[in-house]
């Protein structure tokens, strides 16, 4: 049972665009959303998180939208650079606690052209 | 300030053999995981260990996997009897208790 779906699977943007990636979960006991960020040949780095206290959270050009009753929550990437192209994963748990497996999302992979 | 390492980096075994990954948290994370990602798919979480102990091992696939982590620190997932299907990059992660998880770069396991 896939219980954290993203889409799309692959996305094209051009240099300054707005790249958009989607992911819906089914757990309503999950209560940590975070988005990693994938280079070939590299472990998943943290890149933002979120919790369904709030809304939107912002960090520079990166925004998670989270919509709780829809149990969507989407990453939005403003002006993106050709150094952002790398495979994306949204995640969730059931909080940050002690013991707060990952259940990851297919993964997107973004291609910003120059 | 090292990062979370992982050995081998590659891992390239005959079906039926068994072979050792092994992972060094970083400094200080008593919480350390496991997973695997398969070509194309996002990480699969296989076992979590609090401190020396194996708090949630429901991920392993089978009884052929099996992780330890003896003093707190390294660990070692052991895979006996390995099968193609097997193939994949295995990741580590470590964390404080509740805090964010941080990777390895994995270690990429071929069976022929």
């Known amino acids: 049972q896939q219980q954290v779906k993203q889409s799309p699977q692959s996305l094209i943007v051009q240099k300054g665009g707005i790249s958009i990636i989607n992911c819906a979960y089914e757990?309503?006991?999950?209560?940590?959303f975070p988005w990693y960020q994938q280079f070939p040949g590299k472990g998943p780095a943290l890149l933002i998180a979120?919790?369904?206290?709030?809304s939107e959270k912002k960090e520079g050009r990166f925004t998670i939208s989270f919509n709780k009753s829809a149990k969507q929550f989407s990453l939005h990437i403003m002006d993106s650079q050709p150094g952002d192209s790398a495979t994306y994963f949204c995640?969730?748990?059931?909080?940050?606690?002690?013991?707060?497996?990952?259940?990851f999302g297919e993964g997107t992979q973004l291609t910003v052209n120059p | 300030g090292a990062g979370v390492s992982q050995t081998p980096s590659n891992k390239v075994t005959e079906k039926g053999k068994y072979v050792e990954l092994r992972c060094d948290p970083i400094?200080?994370?008593?919480?350390l995981y496991w997973y695997r990602q398969s070509l194309g798919q996002g990480p699969e979480f296989l076992i979590y260990f609090q401190g020396t102990g194996a708090a949630d091992d429901s991920g392993l696939p089978n009884d052929r996997f099996f992780a330890v982590r003896p003093e707190g620190s390294v660990s070692t997932l052991k895979i006996q009897r390995t099968e193609r299907g097997d193939s994949a990059v295995y990741l580590c992660a470590s964390s404080f208790p509740g805090g964010t998880q941080y990777f390895g770069p994995g270690t990429r396991l071929t069976v022929l």
């Open positions: 400094s200080g994370h008593t919480a």
């Open positions: 995640a969730a748990s059931k909080g940050e606690t002690s013991g707060s497996r990952l259940t």
């Open positions: 757990n309503t006991a999950f209560d940590y």
């Open positions: 979120i919790r369904p206290d709030v």
